[in-house]
């Protein structure tokens, strides 16, 4: 009941007009930034930092969860308009997004997307208020097999991905992973396939990677196919997704959510994970799973309600117990500190009306972006219309920026360059690209996780099956890679008379 | 503070970075002035030294944690104008000692020693050992079973668990890159111990959380009396304390350089800045010119040091 | 036997798949066609064995605690040289059994693809990264984007005015003016004139 009385107060103090401009602005800054190839919601957030400091700390954390809201959503606008992902977290609204924007549902597309976000982001901001206390408990309970476990799920879950081609899929695969261990190791300091090139020694950023292989080899192709991208009248599906279209993939949304939360909550699995992890679990459960990547409905709402209810989710432990599990949470636990505020248990207790009125505004922010959905993709779809040549030019530009900006360092434009380059070949010849994209974002994750698991239990590799969560998460993994790979090698066993 | 331009204009950096403690973020030329880093930020005791620059720059912290590489690449490579300055803290030097990277200090210039903290062992509430002494004693009797989540092999950290194994209290040593993950093993119970600067962790002293249980230093910390020194106990580790600093690539222009310094000094006067210092128990005179340079250089050897020995 | 058809489809090609104008580019792009999805593998196969010895460069290696910082990586390329010989197997053999490629499938939804156009804006895009710390971004992102727009057919001179200066005065505003992002100005002239254009602009 007190939480209830606390909640009230929370809308109270977000409805004030100052605080509710402050979540619009955040969202709107967010929805523009994750919409701009590159420049990803944790750049604007970053950005936005400076300016926290001339609020208070509530509207400050008001303006930074607007923007953590819109711009995972605006990551998929760019994703599902011109098949380049805003953010890493919607590369799964490129399979199908893109796919309908194809058939000239691009309206629709963002329809089903901003909803089945909002929807999600709802839920999770709901889950954040009712529920902190036994889900920050939950991820307490996870230490690093577990994290090892969950990035293993959401590498794997890259097979669901893959049509009839496993083995080239594992290879794109690897090779991102493989991409990802250059630079300076996480655990030991020592720099790896550096060649005695000092911006090497940094690292490959995924960011860069990503810019490269979807946006130059996208407005190449954008280019030299004449494609159009324009909405289509004729097929009577210009305009947005109608109540009834989003009711039949309602299934599809909660399960999405349900995931979404589920792994937002662990700190360091995130958005990505959540996304990719929810579009395999989606392609493997419905019943239209097999036309994946065509321009299904629901191909698009599960992994968006995903993504979005880790927004909610990766706060739980931030606030709970002052342990950012993202990116996006480490600049709000910063913004936090440099307010004098300490995230953790005490802030329960020490200021509940602050906390509240996040909690409010994360409602909000989610309730205003169901609104503000069918503005947004009218907006965007109208960018639609501009001339392929000249929408695609600004692309590259700000593609190149985003890769720029990774580090203010030209070479990160050079590496993107490379991998456009690749990016487009590889999309030439049918190699598949995403999974080298989730390759080189997990696979440092996965690394770093299973070198703290082995040191903690003293090179005892038998602790990922020993522990109880971390065995059963390996054990869906498992089941989900024979999940996925049954239908390919029944047809394979069915082609062999043949 | 307000910096003037060579082309005119104000100066929005100027206040921006001085709102981040880096009131220096001025230019000569209407370029701006960066701090950056290759990682994101470590603990929140980071946060400000790196100002808005490094948290807007790198926007990867989900892979970051503690700058613990051997190069802090822009302010190495990049062209010594005073336009690229950078922070170089004892985590890296440390790993320098320990036979990482190329880099050594003669490659910066240090304009500033801006923090100062030496570092603890924490064990969380529930923790069975409530002493240092329970702690060791266990160690010593069950060499190598406790586990200690620090930032990586071959920073102070590392070094110290070395020392202590060289005593004859041998424990684990768990690198975490993730400082958020570092501090929630040991509340977890994932970990047995925690070692890190109070200030990182002050959220979780606060909430009683976790427990200091010694410094490791020669004087007991101002803000934990209560808590014993290494050297009380009979350890003689001191001086791996964690500093942070600001750098610029060696051969800057004397006049940039001094620009520079003075600027910083008027930072760290603030009172935001002594404000957020002693909220993370790292306050210090800032330690300028060749003494903070020779403070750096004696850190390096005494790590050195300590390793060959 | 529906099965059976579907199973002759999907075994289709990337070269069978491609677009006409490119497979009747003659016996040279048809050989060429044919190496590509046996190529690619044979190198990853390479590189997965090879990249071991390169992994340190100067570095000394001091005696390390755990697994060490070689493990990962060794495992994933082992991981890599596997699946890459198993893929290599599975090309030789419909090589030799079926002449076709049993894996790569290029894109089916293009009727048209001006391979030159392609090959022309990849060297546009990379001409613009490449130039742009010489250039600086006003400079470079002004002339990238006018000769975009005559690549992509623009011929309006009105447009062609207009896109590349209201363009760039709007991206110079939004990153070096709002996001404070320190995009380069070039070297010599070009710095003196992206420093004046700035100024111009307020942005200075």
């Given at each position: 009941m007190q939480t209830i009385d606390l909640l009230f107060a929370g809308f109270a103090s977000a409805f004030q007009i100052g605080a509710f401009l402050t979540v619009v602005v955040g969202l709107l800054v967010g929805v523009i930034a994750g919409a701009l190839p590159g420049i990803s919601f944790v750049n604007a957030m970053a950005m936005a930092l400076p300016f926290t400091y001339a609020m208070n700390v509530t509207h400050a954390m008001l303006f930074l969860g607007g923007i953590y809201v819109g711009g995972v959503f605006g990551g998929s606008i760019s994703a599902i308009m011109i098949n380049v992902p805003g953010t890493p977290a919607s590369l799964p609204a490129t399979w199908d997004g893109y796919a309908m924007t194809k058939k000239g549902q691009v309206k629709r597309a963002l329809t089903i997307a901003v909803t089945a976000s909002a929807v999600g982001g709802l839920a999770s901001a709901l889950m954040l208020t009712f529920l902190s206390a036994p889900f920050a408990k939950f991820a307490m309970k996870f230490s690093q097999p577990e994290f090892f476990a969950a990035t293993v799920l959401g590498l794997v879950s890259v097979i669901a991905i893959a049509k009839d081609k496993p083995i080239i899929t594992m290879i794109s695969l690897l090779s991102g992973m493989a991409i990802g261990t250059v630079g300076v190791d996480p655990l030991y300091g020592q720099a790896r396939f550096s060649f005695g090139i000092p911006e090497v020694e940094s690292g490959i950023r995924f960011v860069v990677v990503m810019i490269g292989l979807f946006a130059i080899g996208e407005v190449v192709d954008l280019v030299a196919t004449d494609r159009d991208l324009r909405p289509k009248k004729a097929d009577g599906k210009m305009a947005g997704a109608s109540f009834r279209d989003i009711w039949n993939v309602k299934g599809a949304i909660a399960r999405g959510t349900g995931l979404g939360c589920m792994i937002g909550v662990i700190p360091g699995a995130g958005a990505t994970p959540g996304a990719v992890i929810a579009y395999g679990v989606e392609k493997q459960i419905n019943p239209r799973g097999k036309e994946f990547g065509t321009g299904v409905e629901a191909g698009l709402a599960a992994p968006e309600a995903a993504k979005n209810a880790t927004t909610g989710a990766a706060m739980v432990p931030l606030l709970t117990l002052g342990i950012p599990g993202s990116a996006a949470t480490a600049i709000m636990l910063a913004a936090m500190m440099l307010q004098g505020v300490n995230p953790g248990p005490l802030l329960f207790i020490m200021d509940p009306s602050m906390v509240y009125t996040i909690f409010a505004a994360m409602i909000i922010a989610n309730v205003l972006m169901i609104g503000a959905g069918v503005g947004v993709a009218q907006m965007f779809s109208t960018l639609m219309r501009t001339p392929p040549a000249i929408l695609a030019g600004f692309i590259v530009i700000l593609s190149l920026i985003g890769a720029y900006g990774v580090r203010n360092n030209i070479f990160d434009v050079h590496v993107c360059l490379i991998f456009g380059v690749i990016g487009w070949a590889m999309k030439r010849v049918g190699f598949p690209s995403a999974p080298l994209v989730l390759g080189v974002i997990l696979g440092p994750l996965a690394e770093r996780y299973f070198l703290t698991a082995v040191a903690n239990s003293r090179q005892d590799y038998t602790v990922f099956f020993t522990r109880p969560i971390s065995a059963t998460i390996l054990f869906l993994a498992l089941i989900f890679v024979l999940w996925s790979l049954w239908p390919s090698v029944r047809s394979r066993i069915k082609r062999q008379p043949a | 503070m307000t910096y003037r331009r060579k082309h005119g204009g104000t100066d929005r950096l100027g206040r921006d970075g001085q709102r981040a403690g880096l009131s220096a973020a001025s230019d000569r030329d209407g370029r701006d002035l960066w701090s950056r880093r290759r990682r994101g930020p470590d603990g929140p005791a980071d946060g400000p030294v790196d100002g808005k620059a490094a948290w807007r720059l790198d926007p990867d912290l989900e892979r970051g944690g503690r700058i613990r590489e051997c190069r802090p690449d822009p302010a190495q490579t990049d062209a010594p104008d005073g336009y690229t300055i950078g922070t170089l803290i004892s985590l890296t030097v440390a790993s320098w000692a320990s036979g990482l990277g190329d880099s050594n200090i003669d490659d910066f210039e240090v304009l500033a020693v801006v923090q100062n903290s030496p570092s603890f062992l924490f064990v969380p509430a529930s923790s069975p050992y409530q002493t240092a002494e329970d702690l060791f004693a266990y160690a010593k009797e069950n060499p190598g079973e406790l586990t200690v989540a620090t930032?990586?092999?071959?920073t102070q950290d590392d070094v110290t668990l070395k020392l202590l194994a060289k005593d004859g209290v041998q424990m684990e040593n768990v690198p975490f890159q993730s400082p958020g993950e570092r501090y929630a093993s040991p509340i977890g119970g994932h970990t047995a111990v925690l070692y890190e600067e109070p200030g990182d962790v002050a959220q979780f002293l606060k909430a009683e959380q976790l427990k200091p249980l010694v410094v490791f230093s020669e004087e007991r910390h101002p803000a934990f009396p209560d808590v014993p020194t290494s050297t009380e106990l009979g350890y003689e580790i001191s001086g791996l304390d964690n500093f942070r600093t600001v750098a610029v690539r060696a051969g800057t222009d004397p006049a940039i350089v001094e620009k520079l310094q003075s600027a910083v000094e008027e930072s760290v006067a603030s009172e935001e800045w002594q404000k957020f210092c002693a909220e993370t128990y790292s306050c210090i005179e800032p330690v300028t010119g060749e003494d903070a340079q020779k403070m750096v250089q004696d850190f390096l050897q005494l790590i050195t040091d300590q390793l060959a020995s | 036997m529906a099965m059976v058809e579907k199973a002759r489809d999907d075994r289709v090609s990337w070269r069978d798949a491609e677009p006409k104008h490119v497979a009747a580019q003659g016996g040279r792009g048809k050989a060429m066609a044919r190496l590509i999805p046996v190529a690619v593998p044979a190198m990853l196969l390479v590189a997965a064995l090879v990249l071991p010895a390169f992994m340190f460069t100067g570095d000394r290696r001091p005696d390390v605690p755990g697994l060490g910082p070689a493990a990962w990586p060794n495992m994933v390329l082992l991981l890599l040289g596997v699946f890459s010989a198993i893929w290599l197997a599975i090309e030789v053999w419909g090589l030799v059994k079926w002449r076709v490629s049993t894996s790569l499938s290029a894109p089916h939804d293009e009727n048209v693809y001006h391979y030159g156009k392609a090959l022309v804006g990849i060297g546009l895009v990379i001409a613009f990264g490449w130039l742009l710390p010489y250039v600086g971004f006003a400079v470079a992102c002004a002339g990238f984007l006018l000769i975009w727009c005559l690549y992509g057919g623009i011929r309006n001179p009105f447009v062609l005015v207009l896109v590349p200066t209201l363009g760039t005065v709007a991206l110079l505003w939004m990153f070096m003016g709002l996001a404070l992002m320190p995009l380069s100005r070039g070297v010599g002239i070009f710095d003196q004139f992206s420093v004046a254009l700035l100024q111009l602009l307020g942005i200075y």
């Open positions: - | 930032s990586g092999y071959g | -």
